[in-house]
């Protein structure tokens, strides 16, 4: 397993536009996470999955944002009618939530997918 | 609401020198974990070191030691003879298990600079 994969790496958008992002997790993690990264900033929850139950949602997110995780394996979120203040590093990062494994509860993170609103 | 504060946004330490980089959290939970992570530039985030809430021993890893006081709701972390590599925004971050949900939130990071 090569850790998570983020895809695409890079987006620039004209606003208006619908954008997709896609995580691959570490294969046997149970949790994905979904981040917004801007510069200088720490990391703002949007939302989390446990397998392919969507848990939690910020209460930040707007009805534009909406995050799928089919099956419980990769997850995608997609930004309808893109504005230039969702300009950001999305991250994407998964969990393994067993007590009994050392790595419990550790968040592995993507390299993010930067989106540019224009 | 849980919240976590870092108060030093930036930090300079000469190499081979300790450098004690803070944090502080706020919540009503008794079973929580408490993470540091370490983005260099332009890389991803990883984890440098955890601890978990009701451990009362401090958590170390290398050169990465913590210092965690839970009634006072703080959790420093110590970095020994400071590396260039070391070089990166340092985020904190708590993650509670309760109701069946775990969630993390991070601070605004601190950048720390290592100087030759």
């Known amino acids: 397993d090569t850790g998570v994969s983020q895809d695409p790496r890079h987006k620039i958008t004209k606003r208006g536009q619908n954008v997709t992002f896609r995580c691959d997790p570490i294969s046997e993690h149970n949790r994905l996470y979904w981040y917004r990264q801007t510069l200088g900033q720490g990391p703002e929850f949007l939302t989390y999955?446990?397998?392919?139950?969507?848990?939690?949602k910020s209460r930040l997110l707007s009805d534009r944002f909406s995050a799928e995780r089919p099956k419980g394996s990769f997850s995608t979120l997609e930004i309808q009618r893109t504005e230039q203040g969702d300009s950001a590093m999305y991250l994407c990062?998964?969990?393994?939530?067993?007590?009994?494994?050392?790595?419990?509860?550790?968040?592995?993170f993507g390299a993010g997918s930067r989106l540019t609103v224009l | 609401a849980q919240t976590v504060t870092q108060s030093q946004p930036e930090m300079s330490v000469q190499e081979a020198e300790t450098v004690t980089l803070s944090c502080t959290y706020d919540t009503s939970e008794n079973n929580y974990y408490l993470f540091w992570y370490k983005q260099p530039p332009s890389r991803q985030m990883i984890l440098v070191i955890r601890q978990e809430a009701y451990k009362q021993q401090n958590a170390t890893e290398n050169r990465f030691s913590v210092n965690f006081q839970k009634a006072a709701k703080s959790f420093s972390l110590k970095i020994s003879d400071s590396q260039l590599g070391d070089t990166a925004m340092y985020f904190c971050?708590?993650?509670?298990?309760?109701?069946?949900?775990?969630?993390?939130?991070f601070g605004t990071g601190t950048r720390l600079k290592v100087l030759a």
């Open positions: 971050a708590f993650m509670k298990h309760t109701s069946g949900t775990y969630k993390y939130i």
């Open positions: 990062a998964s969990s393994l939530g067993d007590r009994e494994s050392s790595g419990a509860n550790v968040l592995t």
């Open positions: 999955f446990q397998n392919e139950a969507q848990l939690e």
